[in-house]
């Protein structure tokens, strides 16, 4: 059973730093695609936005516009853990933080294209 769990979160001032970690379970990275989601439950209307995703087998990586320059995705396959160095943070970084999974290495923003998803670990800036 392929399962996810992130953690890292927590509450810091603007323009600080989180680093984000997602374990892996039940399957190797080399043959997933792992995406870094994140949705405010204070805004219900907003939905749940990609923000960076990587290829496992060749570590391929994709950035939405709002995390370029800021947010930067790695993996390390050996420990089966994909990390989000989050920096500069900003209030509407606040959010609850996903990580999920998809078979295959084709990397994709939209939720749908995930089948695993983590609880989600909160990040909260304060201004």
């Known amino acids: 059973q392929w399962l996810v769990a992130e953690s890292g979160g927590g509450l810091v001032q603007s323009g600080g730093s989180l680093k984000l970690s997602c374990g892996a379970s039940g399957f190797n990275l080399d043959r997933s695609a792992i995406g870094w989601f994140r949705q405010d439950p204070g805004k219900p209307g907003k939905e749940r936005e990609g923000?960076?995703?990587?290829?496992?087998?060749?570590?391929?990586?994709y950035y939405a516009d709002s995390a370029k320059g800021r947010f930067a995705i790695s993996r390390d396959n050996a420990k089966k853990t994909v990390s989000l160095q989050v920096n500069s943070l900003k209030p509407e970084d606040t959010a609850v933080y996903y990580c999920?999974?998809?078979?295959?290495?084709?990397?994709?923003?939209?939720?749908?294209?995930?089948?695993?998803w983590g609880q989600g670990t909160q990040v909260t800036v304060s201004s």
């Open positions: 999920a999974a998809r078979r295959g290495n084709w990397i994709f923003t939209t939720p749908g294209a995930y089948d695993t």
């Open positions: 923000v960076a995703c990587i290829r496992g087998n060749d570590g391929t990586t």
